[in-house]
T-cell receptor
Framework: KQEVTQIPAALSVPEGENLVLNCSFTDSAIYNLQWFRQDPGKGLTSLLLIQSSQREQTSGRLNASLDKSSGRSTLYIAASQPGDSATYLCAVVGTGFQKLVFGTGTRLLVSP | NAGVTQTPKFQVLKTGQSMTLQCAQDMNHEYMSWYRQDPGMGLRLIHYSVGAGITDQGEVPNGYNVSRSTTEDFPLRLLSAAPSQTSVYFC??????????????FGPGTRLTVL
């Protein structure tokens, strides 16, 4: 059974810092890995999707990497801003089933 | 496009009551799904559909029914509400029904409390 773990569970940083969020998964047989952002009381917004054949994806200040063989992904946020404060979730789509398996998220607070 | 819409936003039920959570998307997506989000457990798949007339169970289907009569709508029915069904429910859709590289789009959620 696929399990997804995110560390740390919470992170507080001052504005301007570069930071890394970690995601690990137990079964390397995946189709893709996605990073989502969730604001309090809101739904999920997709940030980046990395296919299993890819090593990384970039969007603006965000960069996500994937090491499928070791079961790890990182989300790098450059020059953090207070508007980046949210919960970040990673999820994997495994082979043989039509579902995303989610981690429990990292709650990020960026202080001005 | 409105994207994925869900109604109601909030609902309080008594144990044993039934209700339907509504989900609609206007993007002509084939794949739709329902998740529940509970503290410390992440999001878990309840049911999903790869197209009109086709549904299947996810990870935690007990106590829930779904149907997919149109491409746009995917309602989730609670047959006899229990306190364990207190949760936040999210509907999601993506373009194709195949395991693919398409990203998923999520609705804003329905916060359900069962007393």
């Amino acid at each position: 059974k696929q399990e997804v773990t995110q560390i740390p569970a919470a992170l507080s940083v001052p504005e301007g810092e570069n930071l890394v969020l970690n995601c690990s998964f137990t079964d390397s047989a995946i189709y893709n890995l996605q990073w989502f952002r969730q604001d309090p009381g809101k739904g999920l917004t997709s940030l980046l999707l990395i296919q299993s054949s890819q090593r990384e994806q970039t969007s603006g200040r965000l960069n996500a990497s994937l090491d499928k063989s070791s079961g790890r992904s990182t989300l790098y946020i450059a020059a953090s801003q207070p508007g980046d404060s949210a919960t970040y979730l990673c999820a994997v789509v495994g082979t043989g089933f039509q579902k995303l398996v989610f981690g429990t998220g990292t709650r990020l607070l960026v202080s001005p | 496009n409105a994207g994925v819409t869900q109604t109601p936003k909030f609902q309080v039920l008594k144990t044993g009551q039934s209700m339907t959570l509504q989900c609609a998307q206007d993007m002509n997506h084939e794949y739709m799904s329902w998740y529940r989000q509970d503290p410390g457990m992440g999001l878990r798949l309840i049911h999903y559909s790869v197209g009109a007339g086709i549904t299947d169970q996810g990870e935690v289907p007990n106590g829930y029914n779904v149907s997919r009569s149109t491409t746009e709508d995917f309602p989730l029915r609670l047959l006899s509400a229990a306190p364990s069904q207190t949760s936040v429910y999210f509907c999601a859709s993506r373009p194709t029904g195949l395991i693919s590289t398409d990203t998923q789009y999520f609705g804003p959620g329905t916060r359900l409390t069962v007393l």
